[in-house]
């Protein structure tokens, strides 16, 4: 064995050392070994048949059992397990550079049937349009080399939020409530926060942005935000706000409420960007791309959000109003608004706001290349411990290729062999 494979497997030997920790009964930490061994071996299929077969091609029977047991059922705390994987890989990350971002997003995870926890009828934006699947809230810590996904929690549903045999089947916890995709991201959030994790601004796309509570919510906890918002979204002109309230009387209480007049009013960020000269629009360039360098135009304003300022006796704060209108099109594509410091350089906030393409990149290779989607259990537990078992494997290798430069694919953990004849009974399309 090489001398640098040697090192990996050192590393490899140590790392699920910390992880075996996390799970703390020492029964834990061979089916630990197991399952993490089996998601970074090549392979078309992750589901836990495949894996132990590969693992343990004469006891394919006993070594599922135990890793099915482990996944499934085993009461170990995931968030731990989380918790470990990002530090290991954040420790490597911050190497080529501060954390800039965290990204909230969410990702979705189809499925024929109907069974499996959380699924229903609802936009699953891998397939672009509303279909069967789960959907599970993310935050991942980005910068320019790397991202670390470091939050993972599913989204329930309306209907599985309510007592039922579905939910009773799916050993949903009973302390689980509905919660919007918006509230889960913020309780996320306020447990990243707990960890003492490097702050940076959040960054979210429209799904998230367009909620002025969850924007306000990033606001209270300290955090600056680059959000996507829509094209329907208020703000007041640059350099205009609300009127004030009207001259006390002298009779009554004195009004406070900030007021808006026929001639006086905020205007839809795509009716302010038209009113914008084209010379507002600059070419701005964000990152070198497959294709090449990735540009486009934009314009970027201060302004005022303007979304029921009448109830307020204050007007919002300036945020930055970005606008991207790239050349050929008849109207903007995107809006942002960001609350990072008005100092800040067109092309900074452009990156910043952009910065979401590597976990959309890593996210795809979660699922291609080590099965984030490949579990075809149907319980809770069973959700979430092979998502984070998928993060902690992925949050390895990400150390592994932040250790290179470039980055080199990992050769110590060597393909296996599925014995002869065999034919898992899981299929892609489980439920």
């Not at 420790?91 to 024929?112: C, F, L, N, S, Y």
Request: aromatic share 8%.
């Amino acid at each position: 064995m090489r001398r640098g494979m040697r090192a990996e497997a050192a590393r490899f030997e140590k790392y699920l050392g910390l992880l075996g920790k996390a799970i703390g009964h020492a029964d834990r930490r061979e089916p630990l070994r197991a399952y993490l061994t089996g998601l970074l071996l090549s392979g078309e299929r992750k589901s836990v048949e495949p894996m132990a077969a590969k693992i343990d091609p004469r006891n394919v029977s006993v070594r599922h059992q135990s890793m099915h047991h482990f996944v499934a059922q085993a009461p170990w705390n995931e968030g731990r397990v989380l918790e470990v994987a990002s530090e290991y890989a954040l420790e490597q990350m911050e190497r080529h550079g501060p954390v800039a971002a965290w990204v909230v997003d969410d990702t979705g995870i189809p499925k024929k049937g109907s069974h499996s926890v959380g699924v229903a009828r609802q936009y699953c934006g891998v397939l672009g349009k509303t279909a069967n699947c789960q959907v599970a809230v993310t935050i991942s810590l980005v910068n320019n080399a790397m991202s670390i996904p470091c939050a993972y929690r599913l989204y329930l549903p309306q209907e599985w939020a309510v007592p039922s045999v579905p939910r009773r089947e799916a050993q949903i916890p009973s302390e689980i409530r509905f919660q919007t995709k918006w509230e889960i991201a913020l309780k996320e959030i306020d447990r990243l926060l707990g960890l003492e994790l490097p702050r940076a601004p959040v960054v979210a796309d429209a799904g998230y942005g367009v909620i002025t509570k969850f924007r306000e919510g990033i606001i209270a906890r300290g955090l600056s935000y680059a959000v996507g918002i829509s094209k329907e979204t208020k703000v007041w002109s640059p350099g205009q706000q609300p009127l004030a309230a009207r001259r006390w009387k002298g009779v009554g209480r004195p009004p406070k409420l900030l007021r808006r007049g026929p001639e006086h009013h905020p205007l839809t960020v795509l009716d302010l960007a038209k009113r914008l000269a084209p010379t507002a629009f600059m070419t701005i360039r964000w990152r070198e791309g497959t294709r090449g360098q990735m540009t486009s135009r934009f314009a970027l304003r201060r302004v005022r959000p303007a979304h029921r300022d009448y109830w307020r006796s204050m007007p919002h704060d300036e945020e930055w109003l970005v606008i991207e209108w790239p050349a050929g099109e008849l109207e903007p594509t995107k809006y942002w608004l960001a609350t990072v410091p008005a100092s800040a350089a067109p092309e900074e906030i452009v990156r910043l706001i952009k910065i979401r393409w590597r976990i959309e990149r890593d996210f795809q290779e979660l699922k291609d290349e080590i099965g984030l989607d490949h579990y075809e259990g149907r319980n809770w537990r069973g959700f979430h411990h092979h998502g984070v078992l998928i993060i902690a494997a992925y949050a390895f290798l990400a150390a592994e290729r932040a250790r290179l430069s470039p980055p080199e694919p990992l050769a110590f953990l060597h393909p296996a062999h599925l014995p002869r004849g065999f034919h898992p009974r899981g299929a892609a399309d489980a439920s």
